[in-house]
């Protein structure tokens, strides 16, 4: 965990992948528990602290996850997530497949199986379906790899990993969707790489980053 920005009110985080956000079964520490302890620590702050979870990252992706500091910030931010004021950009390692297109948009309708925890994408809209809508462009190109920019539109289940495999490019490593193979990490080459929203108290308008992570081959597509 990086500590990326904070005030008062908001904290924002680099996860890595394989780090879950919030408790779930495994009984694994959370993101949430380690940023509470940090603030803690930091500030010296007695009894429990408040942390509010805004959102979530699926455990193998990495890049930036924003917390609430105050209940006043966690109520502006949960209704700003809900209505796509906090706009999020996201980096993918997609394989050179056949898809050749530099940029494009992609409107699928995604039908969430709960019992496999996986989106299906459709090109017509079909029974219990939710559009789902992003953008991309390729920013570079390795040998058998290129780098994609995307933009979700809209918030569904696995909307980007579920999207870029119903077009023939499978991210990096995400078996669940059709990668070949796995990454040596167990991770998948998905990273929310920006975030931007206005200040849910101060006004002020929000710009971070996460850093790329130390994997060799995002290391070398993000030079290129």
């Not at 908001?10 to 520490?29: H, R």
């Not at 999020?88 to 925890?117: D, M, P, S």
């Not at 990096?172 to 167990?186: E, F, H, Q, T, V």
């Amino acid at each position: 965990m990086q500590v990326i920005y904070e005030d008062n009110h908001i904290i924002i985080v680099a996860k890595e992948s394989g780090e879950i956000v919030q408790g779930d079964k495994t009984g694994d520490t959370p993101l949430s528990d380690l940023v509470k302890q940090y603030i803690k620590q930091k500030y010296q702050k007695p009894g429990e602290v408040f942390l509010g979870v805004c959102h979530r990252l699926d455990r193998p992706v990495s890049g930036l996850v924003v917390f609430a500091r105050t209940s006043k910030a966690l109520a502006r931010l949960n209704k700003m997530f809900a209505e796509g004021e906090v706009h999020k950009t996201y980096w993918a390692i997609v394989g050179r497949g056949e898809r050749r297109e530099e940029r494009g948009e992609l409107t699928h309708w995604l039908v969430r199986n709960e019992k496999q925890n996986k989106s299906y994408a459709y090109d017509r809209e079909v029974p219990h379906s939710k559009k789902a809508q992003l953008r991309y462009r390729v920013i570079s190109h390795g040998d058998r790899y290129q780098l994609l920019e995307v933009e979700l539109l809209t918030g569904r289940h696995h909307q980007i990993r579920c999207q870029l495999s119903k077009v023939g490019m499978p991210i990096r490593g995400d078996l669940k969707y059709g990668a070949a193979r796995s990454n040596p990490d167990g991770s998948i080459s998905l990273h929310a790489r920006r975030v931007e929203f206005i200040h849910p108290v101060s006004k002020q308008p929000i710009v971070v980053e996460a850093p790329v992570p130390a994997d060799n081959l995002w290391q070398a597509l993000a030079a290129t």
